[in-house]
């Protein structure tokens, strides 16, 4: 479980999230994804060149905040520890595709996990350490 019962089902039937990272300097980065779950683990798709991939290799402490993708009063927010995966990224990123696309049974196209590898994917999976935010609101 990620936070109690009513945060995990509001984050599992949501799709988009703000991340946060610390940049060097100590200050934030965000930007706004989609994301999968796999068990208690939230998972990110990006590229290993991008800047949320760079700052946790340095320092692993995140936020990622899942919004409600209706009007915006309904939140939860996880702090967490985040880690780099770059091998065996395939299921991970059909979790990420499956609740991106709102289909539970998508099954990836022939080539998937090469078509990831060579555009230098990874997967950022992120440990919950602390859950906040209000979903009973709207």
Sequence with gaps: MIGNVEQDAFIRSMKW?????????????ASVL??????????????????KAKTLQRDPRIAVTVLDEGAPYRYVS????ARIQEDQIAAGHVLVNRAMRGIPDWVPPPGFEETLREAGRVLIRVTPERVS??????
């Design 133 to 138: 935010g209000v979903v009973r609101r709207g």
């Design 34 to 51: 989609f994301f999968g779950l796999d068990g208690d683990e939230i998972l990110l798709s990006t590229t290993k060149d991008r800047l």
């Design 17 to 29: 999230c703000t991340v946060t990272t610390l940049r060097q300097d100590g200050s934030p980065s």
């Design 78 to 81: 996880v702090e967490g520890t």
